[in-house]
């Protein structure tokens, strides 16, 4: 929705990260090899887990770094 609403449907180029945004970059990758695992070895329930830990990373990064009140802060300006 926010790409739609402020950047016409298109993902914008990576900006400034913050150390925030680099940790959160970091966790991706364990993650999905964590889920890769799962899935090869038929723990589909701990896969699953993994893929919901990614969700629940994702929702927190977004609480947190609240991109909705940045764009219009920038917007603004």
Same mark, same amino acid.
């Given at each position: 929705? *926010?790409?739609?609403?402020?950047?016409?449907? %298109?993902?914008?180029?990576?900006? %400034?990260?913050?150390?925030?945004?680099?940790a959160v970059l970091r966790e991706?990758?364990?993650?999905?090899?964590?889920?890769?695992?799962? *899935?090869?070895?038929?723990?589909?329930?701990? $896969?699953? %887990?993994?893929?919901?830990?990614?969700?629940?990373?994702?929702?927190?990064? *977004? $609480?947190? $770094?609240?991109p909705w009140k940045v764009i %219009?802060?920038? *917007?603004?300006?």
């Open positions: 929705m *926010l790409t739609k609403n402020y950047y016409d449907g %298109k993902v914008p180029e990576r900006g %400034k990260t913050t150390p925030e945004d680099e991706i990758p364990k993650i999905r090899e964590n889920v890769e695992t799962s *899935l090869e070895t038929y723990r589909f329930r701990e $896969a699953l %887990k993994e893929a919901m830990n990614l969700a629940r990373l994702g929702n927190k990064y *977004l $609480a947190d $770094a609240e %219009k802060q920038i *917007l603004t300006e």
